[in-house]
């Protein structure tokens, strides 16, 4: 079990003075992630690993909970079909790899690495779309992307990264409308009650949608210091892709019609947000339902007679009911150490076991989430961590939306929202509508429209940054 | 549900006549996999990647009860680091697939596609190891490798394909020795006791073992055909990474020594094994333990009152019981085309329900591997199917056996051998142990030596091809 050396459970940067050391203190310090030997590429560690692999499970049953099967499409795109769809190659060009030689031979094409998969995809679409009766196709793949940015942080912005991408094929708009609105709910559902992570769901404006759809669907996180993350997005693509890789279905009326499509996807990003949203100044804090540990057991005077016995069964008992459980008998470190462990890495319930616990049949649990200490029976010692930890996972949520509520500020006008980004947080505004008072914004002050909810509130008739008629309520922040 | 044009359930090729158009019909007509734009690189459909799925689920049991975590590692690998371990490059570097753009910039350094990932992980083990309390370090990654081979076939030898990689390090050879053993036999377990599938175990020659490696352990199945199949292999690397690579321990005693080092995977070509193994002129036979859809409910007379009550009746109960069932009420086909999918398919099950069977409370099941038609009471039907499945699952391995048993021959001199080679499969005899008589046979026949199995016999005293005196049994065919 754990063998880390002394140094890694001290020094995290000051979290209120250095946001962005404390992050990457806390990512290399607690072992999810490395850097490694190729320029923006992470190594995602086994402990970071694990999270990423809860996710996948609880994700993944909720897209077949929704009709949708898994397959896998190449990780190379032709040039030729890359640029195919204008927009699309316009938007991903810069920032694609291109494999030029097999072996010592140059390629015939070129290829890239693959940074989406919608062209790959609607090639084959095209081949195995004929009739109304072979829609939906409801497909999804986990997989290895490429985006060859210049700065990137470990989860938050890699140049690989893994994530799952949606793509569906329907017979009406209406269905492809449903199926992107489907999607998203599933996410902020997701975020919500798996990563303790509240999110405002709502449509991207038409500058900061995806390269090639006709709508873009997010769901925005804020994070401790204010700024806000993007956590997942979900496209309709309307007609554009299908027309252009000519994915064609005859209709019960016996009419020849384009397809409707959608893509969906979220990745490793979602460990970067689930670290600046439940963190803290003694490390990580990690949701129970995607902690890859969810409880340790320390034994106290582990040599004593029948302190190892009794922490066993513990063990058992817990691991029965289907918790993650480890019991660190390492030897080499003192309980001391073995707490600070606990906290550095989140676990959230430490079960602590002595010689004098045992002798009244009783244990102490420390929680992550508010460190209280609670004295707790041995009888049914099981259902007892299954409660703690359920209530560890809503508490998680609640302190997440509080924190959200007291950082999110409405503005009327453009004083107030000068006055609202120096608080740092979401800020509601109202906006016209027009891509130039976005670009001003954003220009003027980093901040971004990060959507347009779903859910409006009509906080002014004017738009905040030019006085006009107001269109829409927006969310504004800094963002990753 | 099922919603296949007629012309997909027709026309398979004859396998005794053109076992290789046969086994690509199948291919692509049971929607396992497609041919995609990408020369030599396939799309797996949701029906063959379902079965990978619960490979890969199965598996992945196996490598965490036996301590191993899952982790990832950079899909690139830098020109310098690849490079270092000189057998290994000149092993893979033929067949490397070149990043050499990155947006509009030549790179710095090119980057190889990963062919395989013991350079990139090395480079981190000898950042993360430092005492022999570091070890050992048992991971694993599921991930995408790319070898980029002239001739491809779906599954069998594919440009990219999908695998899983062990990568450990030890403090002596002889756990080291023992974790490549002990994987191996983890793979043999899992071929035998999950695909239905027997090996044989052994040791490569030196001449076929992994570039880099010291040695390398195969299971070895063979096809219908006759041919073999390598389904797996675990490496014993010895000190070769660990030297070049500089991943130093300090040992209990105080000194500074090399790390022992291991790794084995397997891949998405053990589909390509399932089917060449088991299936027949009449479609695929998947073994129920990785079949994606294990029973279909085929209603007849559907539009009958009562009939589709009971079939979802039926259905809930299967599912309930944790099998993967269908219920094809697809009522544009007719239940003749429904059971010619199945078999097809190579659903292990189908379960007729009509209302003749409904008043006498009773269904047909019929097995797929033996085409076997059973009535059966619908009281307790799930138990009656699970009982029916594991039966299946059992019967699958037997046959298989069988087979291999028919198809094994001893050879002890160049006369035999040549006999028995034209009767098609393994054939067992003597060699003397230098690489001259392997090249020769390999040369003069297209065979190969598969391994030298564990389980050694004496068939005779003398080296099949030289006559000279014999050190090894071996395993002699042709193989994929």
Redesign the interface.
């Known amino acids: 079990m754990a ?1 880390r ?1 002394e140094e890694f459970v001290t020094h995290l940067a000051d979290r209120s003075e250095d946001f962005s050391q404390w992050y990457t203190d806390l990512v290399l310090k607690t072992d999810l992630a ?1 850097y ?3 320029r923006g ?6 402990y970071g ?2 999270i ?2 809860n996710i996948q499970h609880e994700l993944d049953a909720r897209f077949k909970a929704t009709g949708h ?10 040039e030729s ?1 890359l640029n195919k769809e204008a927009e699309h190659v316009e938007g991903f ?12 031979e140059e390629l015939a094409e070129r ?1 890239v ?1 693959r940074p989406t998969s919608e062209t ?1 995809i609607c ?2 679409y095209s ?2 779309v ?1 009739s109304y ?2 829609l939906p196709l409801l ?1 999804n793949q986990w ?2 992307v ?1 985006r ?1 940015e210049k700065t990137t942080r470990p989860f938050l912005r890699s140049a ?1 990264f ?1 994530w799952q991408e949606g793509h569906t094929i329907h017979a009406t708009r209406e269905e492809a409308e449903e199926e992107t609105q489907r999607m998203l709910k599933v996410y902020a559902e997701f975020c919500e009650n798996v990563l303790a992570m509240p999110v405002v769901s709502g449509v991207k404006t038409k500058n900061e949608k995806f390269a090639g759809a006709e709508d873009t669907y997010s769901i925005e996180a804020l994070m401790q210091d204010g700024k806000a993350l993007q956590a997942g997005t979900s496209h309709f693509l309307g007609q554009h892709f299908s027309k252009v890789f000519d994915i064609k279905f005859l209709d019960k009326d016996s009419q020849l019609k384009y397809c409707w499509q959608t893509s969906w996807g979220v990745s490793t990003r979602l460990i970067g947000g689930l670290i600046m949203v439940h963190a803290d100044e003694r490390g990580l804090v990690l949701p129970p339902k995607v902690a890859p540990e969810q409880v340790h057991i320390i034994p106290i005077a582990m040599h004593k007679g029948g302190v190892l016995e009794k922490a066993t069964e513990l063990y058992d008992a817990l691991k029965a009911a289907g918790i993650r459980v480890v019991l660190n008998d390492d030897d ?1 470190q003192s309980p001391g150490y073995k707490f600070n462990d606990c906290e550095m890495k989140g676990i959230p319930v430490r079960l602590e076991l002595g010689p004098r616990d045992i002798e009244s049949s009783k244990c102490v649990l420390v929680r992550r989430d508010t460190m209280e200490k609670i004295d707790v029976s041995l009888d049914n010692i099981a259902q007892t961590v299954l409660t703690l930890l359920d209530d560890i996972q809503s508490n998680m949520l609640k302190k997440a939306l509080k924190h959200r509520e007291e950082h999110t500020f409405v503005a009327k006008d453009r004083k107030e929202f000068d006055e609202a980004l120096e608080k740092k947080g979401f800020v509601k505004a109202m906006w016209c509508g027009c891509p130039e008072c976005e670009a001003k914004i954003k220009e003027e002050t980093g901040a971004t429209i990060r959507n347009i909810p779903f859910e409006q509130e009509n906080v002014s008739d004017k738009c905040v940054y030019c006085g006009k008629e107001a269109k829409h309520m927006v969310y504004i922040a800094r963002a990753y």
Chains 1, 2 share one sequence.
């Open positions: 063998k050396n490395d490694s030997p190729v590429c992470m190594v995602i560690k086994p690993y694990g990423w692999e099967k898994n397959a896998y499409f190449p990780m190379f795109i032709p079909l060009a810069p920032e694609v790899l291109w494999v030029t030689k097999g072996g010592n290829l690495v790959i090639s084959m081949k195995w004929q009766r072979d497909y997989c290895n490429v060859w690989e893994l080499s």
